[in-house]
């Protein structure tokens, strides 16, 4: 079981927006601004999209956003684009021992 | 540019051991945090293990204390996680990933990632 909780799957059709949500505890999300969000297509590596909740590394493109609301973080695309099929994973830091946790992804399908 | 090139996976008997390594370039290496994160055939990602820059602070998932090692060797720019122990469920593609920085708490934030070393625990 994943320490931070992702919605299995979302769709949307092209043009159109969505959110994934990903959703921890004052120990992680809460209670700090370091939530990244990772895209992977099938058989490559992940590519990080969004970092401290709502920067945009160098050449991801500005139709990905992020946000925070409490113990909550989401990833929202907009303009959705047949590329955007993918797998999307949160993560945080966590004050536990451990550093880091991951949710358990969110595949998205363009319809 | 960036590039970390992992090699060591294969397949191993259940108890048994491999050192997985992962060659970086591209970048100052010893400048920067290290991540181990692992990936389970059609099952998310899980992180691993956490080497700072320097090699003084490390930490593990729960999962893998204790029977994982990760170390670094800034001379030769290369990055190793020994996995000892192996069960069944360690099988997975082993990611090497850089952090974004060398302090502990930036380096949380994974900006490149290998192309993945896969390990086999089976009889």
């Known amino acids: 079981q994943s320490a931070l909780t992702q919605p299995a799957s979302v769709s949307g059709s092209p043009g159109q927006s969505i959110t994934i949500s990903c959703t921890g505890t004052?120990?992680?999300?809460?209670?700090?601004?370091?939530v990244s969000w990772y895209q992977q297509h099938p058989g490559k590596a992940p590519k990080l999209m969004i970092y401290?909740?709502?920067n945009r590394p160098s050449g991801v493109s500005n139709r990905f956003s992020g946000s925070k609301s409490g113990n909550t973080a989401s990833l929202t695309i907009s303009g959705l684009q047949a590329e955007d099929e993918a797998d999307y994973y949160c993560?945080?830091?966590?004050?536990?021992?451990?550093?880091?946790?991951f949710g358990g992804g969110t595949k998205l399908t363009v319809l | 540019q960036v590039q970390l090139v992992e090699s060591g996976g294969g397949v191993v008997q259940p108890g048994g051991s491999l050192r997985l390594s992962c060659a970086a370039s591209?970048?100052?290496?010893?400048?920067?945090?290290m991540h181990w994160v692992r990936q389970a055939p059609g099952k998310g990602l899980e992180w691993v293990a956490f080497?700072?820059?320097?090699?003084?602070?490390?930490y593990y998932a729960d999962s893998v204390k204790g029977r994982f090692t990760i170390s670094r060797d800034n001379s030769n720019n290369t990055l190793f996680l020994q996995v000892n122990s192996l069960r069944a469920e360690d099988t997975a593609v082993y990611y090497c990933?850089?952090?974004?920085?060398?302090?502990?708490?930036?380096?949380?934030?994974?900006?490149?990632w290998g192309q993945g070393t896969l390990v086999t625990v089976s009889s």
């Open positions: 990933a850089k952090g974004r920085s060398g302090a502990t708490l930036f380096a949380v934030v994974i900006d490149y």
């Open positions: 591209g970048f100052t290496f010893s400048n920067y945090g």
């Open positions: 080497i700072r820059s320097d090699g003084n602070n490390k």
């Open positions: 004052s120990s992680d999300v809460g209670g700090y601004n370091y």
């Open positions: 401290d909740v709502s």
């Open positions: 993560s945080s830091y966590t004050r536990t021992s451990t550093l880091v946790v």
